[in-house]
């Protein structure tokens, strides 16, 4: 996949890309880097992820979509230099990967939180619909107000990390699975993670990473036939427990604004909305529609 325009050129990223990458990252004209575990480098190698070339071999700007589940393809990051111009910088790279999606017949839906107003326009403009909204919530301490933890619950081990990836899939849409890679990640990175097991099945559980002002519920998921259970309920009253134990201050978490099932446990457990509000647009390719490059 290669595309030349004037001195400038698109290709596939490879290894030796890294420090242009890094560099760019550092000194952003834009800089867009997805909500996860990962790096923006940890996806070198995994495609669809292309550099726009100077002629003398300087990248001035990176866009990664590799998908993760199958078939859905997160804006993982994307980034430019100020020597070209935002529309520039996108439209180049993301019309040679529409171009290489219809050369291989591949199908999918791509998605992006719009963290900063210049995506959100961005996408509109190259035809991603609206989807939904991430709000956040936050719950300040002291949590000895949370409710009794009526089942048991016990840290997440590694040997865990296969069922937990089956109960993810079971208990979300495909565009919010999370792939047992990437679960690894999480865990790998969690300040506190817990999982409630029965008679030898993990039925529920929850990853928080640390930050700087304390935790953040990154994930929670109940096997869907134990749903309605008050399991969910039990996991987060749980943690705050936790939290408080560790003298954390504050605990946040995100979730769908159109979740309602998720906001009501928040909100009965004492988490208040913070006022951050994010779109999620999606652009959905090949089988159900064509690509709409001009």
């Known amino acids: ?81 100020a020597s070209l111009s935002l529309e520039s910088a996108w439209h180049s790279l993301w019309e040679a990967v529409c171009l290489e999606w219809q050369r291989t017949g591949d199908s999918g839906v791509v998605a992006a939180i719009a963290l900063q107003n210049w995506l959100a326009e961005i996408l509109k403009a190259s035809q991603f619909q609206l989807r939904q909204h991430i709000v956040t919530l936050a719950r300040a301490a002291p949590f000895r107000e949370a409710p009794p933890v009526a089942v048991p619950i016990r840290p997440m081990t590694v040997s865990d990390l296969d069922a937990v990836a089956e109960l993810d899939a079971l208990a979300f849409e495909p565009i919010w699975r ?34 700087p002002y304390g935790l953040h519920l990154a994930r929670l998921a ?44 928040y909100r009965r457990l004492g988490f208040q909305y913070t006022g951050e509000n994010y779109p999620v647009y999606e652009y959905r390719f090949g089988e159900r529609r064509e690509h709409g490059l001009a």
């Open 1 to 81: 996949m290669e595309k030349t325009s004037l001195a400038l050129r698109v290709r596939p990223a490879i290894q030796a890309d890294a420090r242009w990458i890094a560099a760019l990252i550092h000194n952003p004209a834009h800089f867009h880097r997805h909500l996860d575990w990962h790096a923006p480098l940890d996806w070198l190698g995994f495609p669809p992820f292309l550099v726009l070339e100077e002629e003398g071999g300087r990248v001035v700007a990176a866009l990664a979509c590799p998908p993760d589940p199958p078939q859905v393809y997160w804006l993982r990051f994307f980034v430019h230099a």
């Open 178 to 211: 999370n792939s047992v890679d990437t679960l690894q990640r999480a865990y790998q990175q969690a300040g506190i993670a817990t999982v409630i097991e029965e008679a030898g099945q993990i039925i529920g559980y929850q990853i928080s990473t640390r930050n």
């Open 222 to 265: 109940v096997r869907p036939e134990r749903q309605r259970q008050g399991l969910g309920l039990m996991l987060v009253a749980d943690l705050l427990q936790r939290a408080a134990e560790r003298a954390i201050l504050r605990v946040t978490v995100n979730t769908q604004d159109n979740n309602l099932a998720s906001l009501r446990l």
